[in-house]
């Protein structure tokens, strides 16, 4: 079993693994420089390192960095603790490489307007997969929106169970109207997906918010969504805009630990405050959204 086809495999099914490489040998060890052992989400691995406890624990470390995303090194040295024999013949030490394995990341826009048509193109250049999704063909082509974006021109509700969302999938919402961006976010919440974002000002914001909790949503659900999106930048153009939504996607991506704005902030009473004073909807994401209209 090839340890590179098993990745490439293991990414398309959209799932978490980790490889570990002996990167570093010196003197007598049960492997050698470069082994490598892939293991997979489920527990299971190829390939080997050498066996016996120090790739039980190896093994155990990549548990975490399966969850921390962040890469790690082990050091071994079977000169000091007779745990470490395998009963080959060691004595000496190594160092090991572990890496995680992870899916591409895969980004929804939900509208085909100007936003999505600058988001799409900076999205594709930092490493998302990017699929336009809109119910207005002549919005949603591919002359409009060349490889390698993908693009889905349909109903809202008939493309949803055509989607494949998991832990690496990105929604943001962007079409050109509340009604559309409703509906969507009703869905959305009820997904795996990675981040959820929504543009529009804190006013539509809550207006949807309550529309849904309404029905009979779980308020949870809404503390993971973005909205107003992006990052705080002050942006004003679509192209902006865009930019500052990128900002925040790596930000997630990257499993940046400082705060960043979300939807939770309704669950603090803060909601009634921002109803009060929102007199006008925030300069670059006017309710009407009238910039996202092709």
Not at 19 to 26: D, L, N, Q
Not at 127 to 141: C, H, K, L, Q, S
Not at 151 to 178: K, M, S
């Amino acid at each position: 079993m090839d340890i590179y086809d098993e990745i490439v495999k293991l990414r398309k099914e959209g799932r978490r693994g980790c490889v570990a490489t002996i990167v570093s040998v010196r003197g007598s060890v049960p492997s050698f420089q470069t082994a490598k052992m892939l293991v997979r989400d489920d527990g299971s691995i190829v390939g080997t390192i050498g066996g016996g406890c120090v790739e039980a624990e190896v093994w155990q470390a990549a548990q975490d960095v399966m969850v921390s995303e962040k890469p790690t090194t082990l050091s071994f040295d079977l000169n000091e603790s007779p745990k470490y024999d395998t009963g080959l013949i060691c004595g000496g030490s190594l160092d090991i490489f572990i890496e995680p394995i992870l899916p591409a990341s895969n980004l929804l826009i939900f509208g085909a307007g100007h936003i999505a048509y600058s988001l799409s193109k900076v999205a594709n250049s930092a490493g998302f997969e990017t699929t336009v999704i809109d119910d207005r063909e002549m919005y949603a082509n591919a002359e409009r929106y060349p490889a390698p974006t993908k693009v889905i021109a349909g109903e809202f509700a008939t493309v949803f169970p055509t989607l494949q969302v998991n832990d690496f999938t990105y929604i943001v919402i962007v079409t050109r109207g509340h009604h559309d961006d409703m509906h969507i976010l009703r869905w959305a919440v009820e997904t795996r997906a990675r981040y959820i974002g929504m543009v529009g000002s804190k006013r539509k914001a809550i207006e949807i918010f309550r529309e849904l909790t309404g029905e009979g949503a779980k308020a949870e659900l809404f503390d993971r969504v973005h909205s107003p999106i992006g990052l705080d930048i002050g942006a004003i153009t679509p192209e902006e805009i865009a930019i500052s939504i990128l900002a925040q996607l790596i930000a997630i991506r990257r499993n940046v630990e400082r705060e960043l704005p979300h939807m939770s902030w309704f669950h603090s009473g803060r909601h009634l405050k921002a109803a009060a004073v929102e007199a006008e909807p925030d300069a670059a994401q006017a309710d009407d959204e009238a910039c996202t209209t092709g």
